[in-house]
């Protein structure tokens, strides 16, 4: 692993915190950045960045059943042994038996014990991946099929090119638009990164979200700055969070003022920083904070 690359990962304890918004800024500031688009669940960065797609990949993950019924006998032994209730009279008159797709767990019980091995059962197709060029750098960001699990593995799919990508072109900085909140696939995406990045808003819950995810940063021993976004629809807040973010040791990325202006620069698919706002100025300052934490963790 190249240690001179930067890897920046933003995260929030929970969605509509302004994160994507965030990341697609800072990194056209970083400029010469690969960007990689882990919110799997809910990918937005391509709204803000308009990419060029130039290739995809299928994703796999996992397995599933598939009864070739010209095969079966509809002896009914699979059905009886799937705990997940996923095979079901099919065909006509219901005489046989077809996997529902979406229920079946991929465990290969009843592949195992079909006594006509009559069950096929083929690698997944979750979703995609994409890589993309874009005003400020290759984004690579992907796509999870409908009722498709396993995100975790896919973050950790984009995480993975976007490195490869970054120390095949020397690029100093991966910038990670993380997912939302504390699951398996926000693990995935905080693992071994140089900084991550919260954003959070001055609410109640916007707190207790905070909480959440410094956790998980100080569990898996990962550097954490704080950046409270629209800190002035509740100044209070924002010093109480900040308060409390730096007594544990977290770093202060700065405040980012509640601004019309960002909305209607989402609707003419800018970023913030692309434009001449008050909040763009603070993102800048928030960029250079940032910059100046990991240059210092790396030195
Ligand atoms: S166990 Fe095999 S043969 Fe029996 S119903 Fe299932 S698929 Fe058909
Ligand atoms: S692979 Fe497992 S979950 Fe899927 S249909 Fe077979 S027994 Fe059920």
Redesign the pocket.
């Given at each position: 692993m190249d240690r001179c690359i930067k890897e920046l990962v933003v995260i929030s304890g929970k969605g509509g915190t302004g994160k994507t918004s965030v990341t697609a800024s800072l990194a056209v500031l970083a400029g010469n950045a690969v960007i990689a688009d882990c919110d799997v669940d809910a990918a937005d960065l391509h709204l803000l960045l308009a990419p060029a797609l130039q290739r995809r990949h299928d994703f796999y993950s996992g397995r599933e059943a598939v009864?070739r019924s010209a095969?079966?006998?509809?002896?009914?032994?699979?059905?009886s042994l799937c705990r997940y209730g996923a095979?079901k009279s099919a065909g006509e008159d219901n005489a046989?038996?077809a996997v529902d797709a979406a229920a079946c767990e991929g465990c290969g019980v009843?592949v195992r014990?079909?006594?006509?091995q009559?069950?096929d059962f083929p690698e997944r197709l979750c979703g995609e991946w994409m890589v993309s060029g874009t005003r400020c750098g290759v984004l690579v960001h992907a796509r999870l099929g409908a009722a498709a699990e396993n995100s975790g593995k896919l973050v950790s799919t984009v995480r993975r090119e976007a490195r490869r990508l970054a120390e095949a072109g020397n690029h100093p900085y991966i910038m990670v638009d993380g997912p939302p909140g504390i699951g398996c696939p926000v693990i995935a995406s905080v693992g071994g990164a140089t900084l991550v990045l919260v954003v959070t808003e001055p609410t109640v819950s916007g707190e207790h979200d905070l909480d959440r995810v410094l956790s998980l940063a100080r569990h898996f021993n990962i550097p954490a700055a704080v950046c409270v976004n629209k800190w002035d629809i509740n100044p209070e807040m924002t010093a109480k969070i900040e308060d409390e973010a730096e007594k544990n040791g977290v770093r202060i990325a700065g405040r980012i003022r509640y601004d019309d202006s960002v909305t209607r620069a989402q609707m003419r698919e800018q970023t913030v920083v692309e434009t001449k706002t008050p909040a763009a100025a603070d993102i800048r300052r928030v960029w250079e904070k940032v910059r100046e934490i990991m240059s210092a963790l790396h030195a």
């Open positions: 009864i095969d079966c006998t509809a002896c009914g032994v699979c059905a095979i046989g038996f009843c014990f079909c006594p006509e009559a069950i």
